[in-house]
């Protein structure tokens, strides 16, 4: 038996023993990232926003140097080649720097230019290829269709059971199953749009589509006065991380913009902030004082000033360049420019179906009790999964909408539930209950 000494002795060896076993497997199995900083590696640390921040401005520094960097390299070597300046090299043809030199003029701003007038519009309409009617899609399925139809009629492919739900009175879903060659199921979903379910997650074998309601494209700005295009608007808090993310969508939208025919003509950062920030001289922006200051270095919802500052930028000549805006997100990417189609008649929007999003389901219910009136603005059924973006407007609907948005969004930010159910999609809410209310309904 060891004395007790010995064994406080012999636990704290172990104990040390262990601890340094411990330090050298994490330091041998940790990955070698670039962002990798011990000194910033705590959870304590990195909890701190005025660290984060101070991280990520260093972080941003550093990046903004190495492109500087690369830029410096890539004018060395056109000059090398002789390339005296990038209209003249496009007209060149062949090499390897002609070619660097014509992608980097394709990324223009082009923020200042004017929209189509009817005729160039209706042409531009006329070249988008057509929309595939029946949104074909395999391994998928949705969730409670209705049947419509009697009878059981056999069809030789999908586009066959498509055409029979075409002919079928109300019926706006249609469904085949390689398990049951030649049958086709033809009905009704619970609301207009819904999300189809499909990938790993759902493991469909069927091949369904939806026929979605005809909206109307919009025919030109002429009779209102307006330019028919597209005014992108994001917002921000001016916050270096929401900066970095800033500065690769704009690039991104430069180069989208710059494509044949796109209807992206202008670009405003809306900076709900108490002072200007680094990327006001950079970056086509409109200031406005924020409501909630403290969103300036941290609270507990960032954007809680968002949908008042695009309301009151709505209402400004700014805001009236274009016929539509596209309300986006500092995290988006533009792989391409959007489609002609997303440009809709007044009354209508193009925006996206968040799954997310479920008003009626029944543990939202309370939280959208306390934003919607179902006497007044229908019921929760009725209301789109959607949010404020992606959503393309026109920009007389975005002035309407977003008025009442505001007044939802501050409804929310006093009532405990909504904060609690919602979290951190509570504006996105607001906004599909705005578009209920607002008359005519969006």
């Not at 704290?12 to 330090?23: K, N, R």
């Not at 003029?105 to 189509?116: A, H, L, N, P, W």
């Not at 060659?181 to 589509?209: A, D």
């Not at 009136?373 to 977003?402: F, M, W």
């Amino acid at each position: 038996k060891q004395p007790p000494r010995t064994k406080i002795t012999s636990t704290v060896t172990t104990l040390i023993v262990a601890g340094i076993t411990y330090a050298l497997i994490v330091r041998q199995i940790t990955p070698n990232y670039v962002d990798y900083s011990p000194v910033t590696d705590t959870v304590t640390d990195f909890a701190k926003q005025s660290v984060r921040d101070a991280y990520v401005a260093e972080r941003v520094k550093q990046l903004k140097q190495e492109a500087n960097d690369r830029r410096a390299s890539r004018e060395a070597v056109a000059k090398e080649s002789k390339v005296e300046t990038p209209r003249e090299s496009v007209a060149g043809a062949g090499s390897a720097t002609t070619k660097r030199v014509s992608e980097a003029t394709s990324v223009k701003d082009i923020s200042g230019e004017r929209g189509y007038d009817d005729d160039t519009w209706h042409m531009i309409q006329a070249n988008e290829p057509k929309d595939d009617e029946c949104h074909v899609l395999p391994l998928s399925d949705y969730w409670g269709p209705q049947k419509v139809g009697e009878g059981s009629t056999t069809v030789a492919d999908d586009a066959e059971c498509c055409a029979l739900c075409k002919q079928t009175a109300t019926c706006r879903f249609w469904r085949t199953d390689p398990s049951n060659p030649g049958s086709c199921f033809t009905g009704v979903l619970p609301t207009v749009y819904m999300p189809p379910m499909y990938g790993q997650e759902h493991n469909k074998k069927t091949t369904s589509g939806t026929l979605y309601p005809n909206t109307p494209k919009y025919a030109g700005g002429g009779s209102e006065g307006w330019e028919t295009c597209v005014h992108t608007m994001i917002t921000s808090n001016g916050s270096p991380y929401m900066n970095w993310q800033t500065r690769i969508f704009y690039e991104t939208w430069k180069k989208a913009a710059s494509e044949k025919d796109s209807i992206l003509r202008r670009f405003t950062r809306v900076l709900h902030r108490s002072t200007e920030d680094e990327l006001m001289k950079l970056i086509p922006t409109w200031r406005v004082d924020p409501t909630h200051k403290d969103c300036d270095v941290y609270c507990d919802y960032a954007v809680k000033d968002r949908a008042r500052a695009i309301y009151q930028w709505s209402q400004t000549q700014d805001a009236k360049q274009c016929s539509h805006i596209l309300m986006a997100e500092t995290d988006y990417l533009f792989i391409r420019s959007p489609p002609p189609s997303v440009v809709l008649a007044k009354g209508f929007s193009y925006g996206f179906m968040f799954g997310y999003i479920v008003p009626s389901y029944p543990n939202a219910k309370p939280a959208s009790l306390e934003l919607h009136d179902e006497a007044k603005d229908g019921p929760l059924k009725d209301v789109y999964q959607t949010g404020n973006a992606p959503q393309c407007i026109h920009r007389d609907d975005l002035e309407r909408v977003s008025e009442v948005w505001a007044q939802k969004v501050e409804l929310g930010e006093t009532s405990e539930t909504v904060k609690k159910v919602f979290g951190w999609v509570r504006d996105m809410y607001a906004w599909s209950f705005a578009a209920a209310a607002v008359r005519p309904k969006l």
